[in-house]
């Protein structure tokens, strides 16, 4: 006799909190676990003056040509 998969349960009318508990859980289940990342706010005024900052000191490089070239080695921008 075969059985069918347990149904899941429901989560309609669960808190937010809840759901993300049983989502976790489920995440957990398959063998992966949570990381957080945290990344530059590429918005805020300090990123924007500091990415401005380093592209003019590349641009005005006396090695602006290797520079470029380097980066076009190892840019593969072929689409897979």
Known sequence: MTSS???KPSLAGKSS???T????????AQ?????TI???DVNSPAFK????RQSRL????PHDAED????????????E
């Open 68 to 79: 470029q070239a380097f980066i076009d080695a190892v840019t593969d921008w072929s689409e």
């Open 49 to 52: 003056a500091e990415a401005a």
């Open 21 to 28: 508990r049983a989502r976790n859980a489920a995440m957990r």
């Open 17 to 19: 909190r809840e759901k």
């Open 5 to 7: 998969p347990e149904p």
């Open 38 to 40: 945290w990344v530059p």
């Open 31 to 35: 063998g992966l676990r949570p990381v």
């Open 58 to 61: 590349v641009a005005e490089s």
